[in-house]
C-alpha cells in the first residue's frame, strides 16, 4: 500500500446546479443548491484514500462554522490529520453546475492562504502530491522534503518548483508553465490525456464513455488515481488508462468528493 502525503486546498463547496451557465450581467434561476466538503488538496487525498493509499492531508482550515463540514470528507474517508487551524475563515468554493455537467468555479482561498512552509510535516510518505492553491513558498517546500514529488499544477501559476516526478496539467496550466522537462501528463477532457516525456508523447488513452452530471472532481479522481497507480508500480500506459477511467467516474456523479469512485469502481469499469 502506498503512503502519500497530500499538502493543499481544503474548502467547503456551495454548488448551484442550474439547467445553464449564466452570461455575464444575466440571472439564471429555477437552480438547486447544495453544500459539501471540496478543495483540490482535500479532493485528491479523499480520491487517493478510497484508492487504495495510505494518506495523510497537510492544510488549514478557519476555526468557523464552515471547518467541520470541510473536513468531514477527510475524516470519512480515514485520512491522517495533518491539518490546522487558524483565525482565518475556512476556504469557501462557489460552483454552479449546469445540465451537461460543465462547471464555473469561484474560490476564496481564506485559511488555504495561510498554510505556511514550516506546516509541512509529510509523516511516513512514500511521495507528496501537491496542487497549487496554496501558497507557493509551501509547495516549494514540500518538493524540497518529499521523496517523489508530483505535481498537480492548478490552478495555473507562471511558475511551479522543479524536480517533479510528474506534472499535471491542462493546456491552460501548460501555457502558465511554458516549456516544461521531465514527465508531462496533459489533460485534454473528454478527449482524456497524453503523457509526455521531455516534449515527446510517450501514452496515450481516452476516458469510457459515460453521461456527464458534474466535472467539480473529475481533474482531481484523475490525478489522484494516475499517482497511486504510479506509485503501485503500474506502467505508465496503465496507469493513465485507469487515471482516465475514475476521471470519467467522477464526472459521473453529482458533488466533488461524493462523486470520487473506489480502486473497485475503476476496476468494474475497465
Same mark, same amino acid.
Request: with cysteine.
Given at each position: 500500500m502506498p503512503c502519500l502525503t497530500v499538502v493543499g486546498s481544503i474548502n467547503l463547496d456551495l454548488v448551484v446546479r442550474a439547467a445553464r451557465l449564466p452570461r455575464p450581467g444575466e440571472t439564471v434561476t429555477g437552480a438547486a443548491f447544495s453544500r459539501g466538503p471540496g478543495g483540490k488538496?482535500?479532493?485528491? %487525498? +479523499?480520491?487517493?484514500?478510497? $484508492?487504495?493509499? %495510505? +494518506? #495523510?492531508?497537510v492544510g488549514c482550515v478557519g476555526r468557523d462554522s464552515f471547518a467541520a463540514e470541510a473536513l468531514a470528507? $477527510? #475524516?470519512?474517508?480515514?485520512?491522517?490529520?495533518?491539518?490546522?487551524?487558524?483565525?482565518?475563515?475556512?476556504?469557501v468554493a462557489l460552483i454552479t453546475v449546469d445540465a451537461g455537467g460543465e462547471t464555473t468555479i469561484v474560490v476564496s482561498p481564506g485559511a488555504n492562504d495561510e498554510l505556511r512552509p514550516e506546516d509541512v510535516q509529510l509523516g511516513e510518505a512514500d511521495a507528496v502530491l501537491c496542487q497549487q492553491e496554496i501558497p507557493a513558498e509551501t509547495v516549494t517546500r514540500a518538493a524540497e522534503l518529499a521523496p517523489r514529488f508530483f505535481l498537480n499544477a492548478a490552478p495555473a501559476r507562471a511558475a511551479a518548483p522543479p524536480g517533479a516526478e510528474l506534472t499535471i496539467v491542462n493546456r491552460l496550466e501548460l501555457d502558465a508553465l511554458g516549456e516544461r522537462r521531465g514527465l508531462v501528463c496533459l489533460t485534454l477532457g473528454a478527449e482524456g490525456a497524453v503523457l509526455l516525456e521531455d516534449g515527446v508523447e510517450v501514452a496515450r488513452a481516452a476516458p469510457p464513455p459515460v453521461e456527464a452530471v458534474d466535472g467539480t472532481a473529475a481533474g482531481d479522481a484523475f490525478t489522484a488515481c494516475l499517482v497511486v497507480s504510479l506509485l503501485e508500480g503500474r506502467d505508465r500506459e496503465e496507469a493513465l488508462h485507469r487515471a482516465c477511467v475514475a476521471g470519467a467516474l467522477a464526472a459521473s456523479k453529482p458533488g466533488a468528493q461524493s462523486s470520487l469512485p473506489t480502486a473497485e469502481e475503476v476496476d468494474c469499469l475497465l
Open positions: 488538496g482535500a479532493n485528491q %487525498a +479523499v480520491a487517493a484514500a478510497r $484508492l487504495g493509499a %495510505a +494518506v #495523510r492531508m470528507g $477527510l #475524516r470519512e474517508a480515514r485520512v491522517e490529520e495533518g491539518w490546522r487551524a487558524c483565525d482565518a475563515p475556512t476556504g
